[in-house]
C-alpha cells in the first residue's frame, strides 16, 4: 500500500561535525550530480562540494559559513529526497528558510543544477555581506503546550526593542515553539540582556549567521533578483508550500511570481515555517512527514508545529512521543535509526 508524505527540506545549520562525509557515505552512486555542482562553483572559483564533504576535518569557522554550508546542504537535502522509496508518493514539499530553495528543486520547480545556482548564490551573497545575526528563543515550555501569551509578549518586547534607538530586531522565523530573531548587534544584545538563560542554552546565537528573513536583507535580495533571472524557474511537478503557508500547484503557478517571492518576500520578511508545516497537514493530511538530511534537529520543529496546531490530537510533547512510538509518522533521513523507513 501506498502511503503519502510531504518531504520537508531543511535549511542553514544542520551540516556539523557529524554529517561530514554525508555525501560520500549516502549518496556514493549520486556523484554525477555532485560534479555537476562542483563545475558550477569552480566557474565562481571555490572549492568543490564533494572535496568539502570529504575533507579529514570539520571546524565550525568555515563549514558554518553560508558560502560553504548552503551547497553542501542542499546537495545532501536534494539528493536525500531523491532517494525516497517509490512506495511512499510524495503529495508536497515545504522547506525551512534556506530549505525553501531546496524545496524549489525537490518539488521540480528549478532542475537541481539551477536549484543550485540559486543556493550557491544568495548563501554567498549573505556571506559576503553578512548584515546582522540571529538568536533562537523558545516561548513553549519543555512539553511544548502552547503558550500563545507568552509568543505575544515576546514578539511584543522584540517590537519595542526594534523602536529604540539604534536598534533592529524583528521575527525571522516562526520555529515551531522557537522564535528565531534577526537584527543589528545592538538589538541582538538588547533581546539577550533582557532574557535570562533557559534550558541551559537559550537565547542562543548561530554562528555566521546573517539577520535572515529581515528588511536587513533588501540588498541581498536586489542582487539575488539581478544575479538569478525568472527563466530558471518553471511548473512545479509536485504542490510547493512557503513561508506564508501558501501553495503553489503544478500547472497554475505564475513562474514571475515564484521568482518574485523567492528572491523577495523570502528574503526580507519572516518566514513562518510553523504555518508551512500545519498547512501540509491540514491540505494533504499525510502518512509522513519525511525530513530530509542533513542533520535531524529540524524534527523537532515540524512536531512542535503539529503540536501546536492540536494535529491528530497531539496537544502536548508526551502525545506526540505517543503517536510517533507507536507508528512512526515523523522520519528525519538524517537519523540513521529512521533513514530506511523513508528509502525501503
Known sequence: MTRTAVVICPGRGTYNKPELGYLHRHHAQRMDLFHSFDTIRAEAGQEAVTALDGANRYTVSKYSRGDIASPLIYAASLADAQTITDEVEVVAVTGN????????????????QDGFRVVNTMGTLMQDQLIGGQLVYPFVEENWENDAARKAELLADVARINASDGCDLALSIDLGGMLVLAGNEAGLKAFEAAYPTIQDRFPMRLPNHAAFHTALQAPVAAEGRARLGAELFGQPKRPLIDGRGKIWWPGATDTQALWDYTLGHQVTEAYD?????????????????????????????????LVLADWRGMSDK???QAQQDAQPFLIAMGRDDQRALATG
Open 273 to 305: 515555517f510553523t504555518r508551512a508545516i500545519q498547512t501540509a497537514a491540514r491540505e494533504f493530511a499525510p502518512d509522513l512527514f519525511i525530513v530530509t538530511g542533513p542533520g535531524a534537529t529540524l524534527g523537532g520543529a515540524v512536531a512542535q508545529s
Open 97 to 112: 528558510s534556506m530549505g525553501w530553495y531546496i524545496a524549489l528543486a525537490a518539488g521540480g520547480a528549478l532542475s537541481p
Open 318 to 320: 508526551a502525545a506526540f
